[in-house]
C-alpha cells in the first residue's frame, strides 16, 4: 500500500519562507507525474507545482518566481520551497503523486494535507 506523508507546513509571516516534504512509501516501482495542490474553505483545490511525467514542470501562475518544486528520486520524495510568502497563499497543501507499486500496480494518490498559513 502506498502512502504519502507531507511534513513542513506552519505559521510565518508575509515574506517568509517554509519548505514542504512528501515522502512516498510502499514498495514503489517508479513515480511518474507528482506535484503540490492546495485548498481553501472559499476555493476548490488547485495546482499550485507539479512535475510532468517526462520531468518537466507547471506552476502556477501566481507562484512563479517564489516556488520551486523538486525531487529526490532515490528518497520518493517530492519538495516545494515556497519563498515571499503572502497572506493569499494560505491554505492547506497536499502532495500527489501517480505512482507504479507492487502488487497494485498504477495508482493516484494524496497525502493528508499540511497547513500553510500566511499573517500579514
Known amino acids: 500500500q502506498v502512502q504519502l506523508e507531507e511534513s513542513g507546513g506552519g505559521l510565518v509571516q508575509a515574506g517568509g519562507s517554509l519548505t514542504l516534504s512528501c515522502e512516498a512509501s510502499?514498495?514503489?516501482?517508479?513515480?511518474?507525474?507528482s506535484g503540490w495542490y492546495r485548498q481553501t474553505p472559499v476555493k476548490q483545490r488547485e495546482a499550485v507545482a507539479t512535475f510532468n511525467a517526462d520531468g518537466t514542470t507547471n506552476y502556477r501562475d501566481s507562484v512563479k518566481g517564489r516556488f520551486t518544486i523538486s525531487r529526490d528520486n532515490a528518497k520518493n520524495t517530492v519538495y516545494l520551497q515556497m519563498n515571499n510568502l503572502k497572506p493569499e497563499d494560505t491554505a492547506v497543501y497536499y502532495c500527489?503523486?501517480?505512482?507504479?507499486?507492487?502488487?497494485?500496480?498504477?495508482?493516484?494518490?494524496w497525502g493528508q494535507g499540511t497547513q500553510v498559513t500566511v499573517s500579514s
Open positions: 500527489n503523486a501517480y505512482v507504479n507499486a507492487m502488487g497494485v500496480g498504477w495508482g493516484d494518490y
Open positions: 510502499g514498495n514503489i516501482f517508479s513515480i511518474s507525474r
